[in-house]
Antibody, heavy 118, light 108 residues
Framework: EVQLVESGGGSVQPGGSRRLSCAAS????????MSWVRQAPGKGLEWVAN????????NYVDSVKGRFTISRDNAKNSLYLQMYSLRAEDTAVYYC???????????WGQGTLVTVSS | SYELTQPPSVSVSPGQTAKITCSGD??????AYWYQQKSGQAPVLVIF???KRPSGIPERFSGSTSGTMATFTISGAQVEDEGDYYC???????????FGGGTKLTVL
């Protein structure tokens, strides 16, 4: 069974930074695109970013472009999301997700909560 | 930016058919996917590539598309099917994922 375990969530002040990590196991990590998806409290799902198998291509939702960076380390079976210039509207549970056929998410982690507040 | 539009809520009685729609201009060219999310849990993929069911998903769950509309159907909804349902697709260039706003399904 695919395992995705996020870490790095917590409280951060507006304008601050945070790095999320996702440890993947039970599948060949380097064979899959990966994504981050977030969900603000009581709100719907929002796709945030994805990254190609070898890290050579990344894509972002417009609202985080220039502030967030998705990356991966295939040797460590790990996915990352570096977040800068955080805003209150970035408060959400952030899910690490495996992407099938470079398009859709077929497996999700349990999420990590990031709270941006002064 | 590209959007997928869903009704905020759908309500049916147990045993009835529940239909949730998802509208998007690129759906004739891009697949639709459907996710179920129960309270406090991560989403689960229930339909992929418009109408296919992953293993372990009940046969009462089905999907279809027509033009710019994708439809998720539960034939004979059960109380345990209550939750939030999200359609998902990609923008026309395929560079960004997009979720619909979600539909809260109530079965009572």
């Amino acid at each position: 069974e695919v395992q995705l375990v996020e870490s790095g969530g917590g409280s951060v002040q507006p304008g601050g930074s945070r790095r999320l990590s996702c440890a993947a196991s039970e599948f060949i990590f380097s064979n899959y695109w990966m994504s981050w998806v977030r969900q603000a409290p009581g709100k719907g799902l929002e796709w945030v970013a994805n990254i190609k198998e070898d890290g050579s291509e990344t894509n972002y939702v417009d609202s985080v472009k220039g502030r967030f960076t998705i990356s991966r380390d295939n040797a460590k079976n790990s996915l990352y999301l570096q977040m800068y210039s955080l805003r209150a509207e970035d408060t959400a549970v952030y899910y690490c997700a495996r992407v099938k056929k470079a398009v859709h998410i077929d497996s999700w982690g349990q999420g990590t909560l990031v709270t941006v507040s002064s | 930016s590209y959007e997928l539009t869903q009704p905020p809520s759908v309500s049916v009685s147990p045993g009835q058919t529940a239909k949730i729609t998802c509208s998007g201009d690129a759906l004739p060219q891009k697949y639709a996917y459907w996710y179920q999310q129960k309270s406090g849990q991560a989403p689960v993929l229930v339909i992929f590539e418009d109408y296919k069911r992953p293993s372990g998903i009940p046969e009462r769950f089905s999907g279809s598309t027509s033009g710019t509309m994708a439809t998720f159907t539960i034939s004979g909804a059960q109380v345990e099917d209550e939750g939030d349902y999200y359609c998902y697709s990609t923008n026309p260039t395929g560079t960004q994922g997009v979720f619909g706003g979600g539909t809260k399904l109530t079965v009572l």
